[in-house]
């Protein structure tokens, strides 16, 4: 559960004043029942809703300090705990731990993520697509073949950029970065998912174009695996290059396969990329320093072949709480 913050402490024993039952104001704040209630006796026995003093180690940073830590942070979202360190070290001549930093971080409500930056016509695309498809079924959603390509790096697995935000900043443009693959050493693959299954993984040699995607992916794995799912199976890729070449439409609309209109930058639409999650922390507990590139392709067919069923059923299931967290989102981004 969060802590809850001074304001918020005020705020919440303003709601139960005006007659707002406990649950109600714990569900407002994000806090748990119990949380509420024990504040509100502080607020009645001492007529404050402050931390009452407590006995522990003493802090090792001064509210002066904290305050120079988070406008840090905020004026530049990008910097790491590791960065603010040095910068705390240089203006107060002492070390503190990056876990330290990390911590007083939390404490003024800011936390690392990330998210795909996109257009205001992006958001609209999208907001679009998931009013058209929020309505679906299941048994509408068990036609479709999910599939994506994902990138392995053999020595740093990932390359991501965290920034610190506020609450309520999950989302926000200063809070976005964009992330680009990084190159060698690196293995590539593709795979899809069902309600029902999952094709088996392609280890993609070299660069993908449009031709390698009909030749070594289409053809022996994905048609095949379309045609098994029944005679109502619908396609869904992204917009990559190899994907929307001319060759590649034409090649799928002489075989009469259905082909799922997908919105640009919108990876939390396809369950896939939690499946590549997974892949990966799994990736990364095998990987070793004398660990090959052939190694690693041998891995991560072993790692996907071990996914089990139910893990993929479950992110298909929710196709229809995606479409409608970002139709809420207004076509932003979402948690998925």
Not at 57 to 62: G, N, S
Not at 195 to 214: D, S
């Amino acid at each position: 559960m969060p802590r809850l913050s001074l304001q918020d402490k005020a705020r919440a024993i303003g709601q139960m004043e005006a007659g707002v039952k406990v649950r109600r104001v714990a569900a407002l704040f994000g806090v748990s029942p119990g949380t509420i209630s024990k504040l509100r006796t502080k607020f009645r026995e001492t007529g404050e809703v402050k931390d009452r003093p407590r006995s522990g180690r003493p802090k090792k940073t001064t509210p002066q300090e904290d305050r120079f830590l988070t406008l840090a942070s905020l004026r530049n979202r990008r910097l790491s705990s590791r960065d603010l360190q040095a910068r705390f070290a240089q203006r107060y001549h002492r070390q503190i731990s990056d876990q330290t930093v990390r911590n007083r971080l939390h404490m003024a409500s800011l936390h690392a993520a990330r998210k795909p930056a996109m257009t205001a016509l992006q958001r609209q695309a999208r907001l679009r697509w998931c009013r058209q498809h929020r309505q679906w079924n299941l048994r509408m959603w068990g036609n479709v073949m999910f599939s994506d390509e994902s990138r392995f790096c053999l020595r740093k697995l990932d390359g991501r950029i965290k920034v610190w935000r506020r609450r309520g900043e999950r989302y926000a443009d200063c809070c976005t970065d964009r992330v680009t693959p990084s190159n060698g050493g690196s293995v590539m693959v593709w795979g899809g998912i069902s309600l029902t299954g999952k094709t088996e993984l392609v280890v993609i040699e070299g660069n993908l174009n449009a031709v390698r995607y009909r030749n070594e992916i289409l053809e022996p794995v994905a048609i095949p695996y379309l045609q098994n799912l029944g005679p109502n199976s619908i396609l869904q890729d992204d917009n990559a290059r190899p994907h929307s070449a001319r060759i590649i439409t034409e090649y799928l609309q002489n075989l009469g396969v259905e082909r799922m209109e997908w919105p640009a930058v919108s990876p939390d639409l396809n369950p896939i990329e939690h499946l590549w999650d997974q892949l990966g922390h799994a990736v990364r507990a095998r990987v070793t320093n004398t660990t090959m590139l052939a190694d690693l392709r041998q891995i991560l067919v072993e790692e996907w072949d071990a996914i089990p069923q139910q893990c993929v059923t479950r992110l298909v299931t929710s196709m229809r709480r995606r479409c409608q967290a970002v139709v809420t989102a207004y076509g932003s981004s979402t948690c998925y």
